[in-house]
């Protein structure tokens, strides 16, 4: 059974840094593409960074610069280091699993960027 557990969230002031962890379990996580996906109240989830199976990031524009995806692949675990935060980067943050039809997300880590 596939386990995607993120914690690393919390209450930061703007300019702060925050790091998301996500651990993995019951699957063979280098062979996944992972990525980090954030849902901001009142509206629709987005990507936010993403990592290949053969370890290329890519970042949405409004992180690009700020936010840093990396995955340990002999820990099972995937991290997003957050950077000069904003309080628009206020949300559930999302760790995603996929593998060709497989796509497996886990429950969120609240993340608040607040004076």
């Known amino acids: 059974q596939v386990q995607l557990v993120e914690s690393g969230g919390g209450l930061v002031q703007p300019g702060g840094s925050l790091r998301l962890s996500c651990a993995a379990s019951g699957m063979i996580f280098r062979l996944y593409v992972m990525g980090w996906y954030r849902q901001a109240p009142g509206k629709q989830r987005e990507v936010v960074a993403g990592s290949t199976n053969g370890g290329t990031s890519s970042y949405a524009v409004s992180v690009k610069g700020r936010f840093t995806i990396s995955r340990d692949n002999a820990k099972n675990t995937l991290y997003l280091q957050m950077n000069s935060l904003r309080p628009e980067d206020t949300g559930v943050y999302y760790c995603?699993?996929?593998?060709?039809?497989?796509?497996?997300w886990g429950k969120g880590t609240l993340v608040t960027v607040s004076s």
């Open positions: 995603n699993a996929r593998k060709s039809s497989l796509d497996y």
